[in-house]
């Protein structure tokens, strides 16, 4: 018998074979390679506004390190901005009507 298979079962059943299991893979690669590349470029753009955000800025305001307000401020902007998704969200399952934003106790 071999290991993760039911009892009696052949480690064949109920795998794809052969074209279908060519498939099955091809279509992993084309969801899976665009994906990994997205996400190469969202970390990329992450990497940039962080030293334009906490180096360059500063820098170009005339400061050395960052100032106060921008240490404050722009946590502060970025909660605003989650906040503001969020509460979007919320209205539109709302208008929606058929999502749940609490379940109700039973």
């Known amino acids: 018998m071999a290991t993760g298979t039911a009892p009696g079962a052949t480690p064949a059943e109920g795998r794809p074979g052969g074209a279908a299991y060519l498939r099955l893979v091809l ?8 994906a990994a590349l997205l996400a190469a470029g969202l970390i990329g753009l992450v990497h940039y506004l ?10 170009a305001l005339g400061a050395s390190s960052p100032p106060w307000y921008l240490v404050v401020g722009l946590p502060v902007v970025g909660a605003a901005i989650v906040l503001a998704s969020l509460a ?13 934003i609490v379940p109700e106790p039973t």
Not at 27 to 34: D, E, F, M, T
Not at 88 to 100: F, H, K, L, P, T
């Open 27 to 34: 279509l992993a690669a084309l969801i899976g390679i665009p």
């Open 88 to 100: 979007g969200i919320v209205i539109a399952q709302q208008r929606i009507g058929d999502v749940e």
């Open 50 to 59: 962080e030293n334009w955000l906490w180096q360059s800025l500063p820098h």
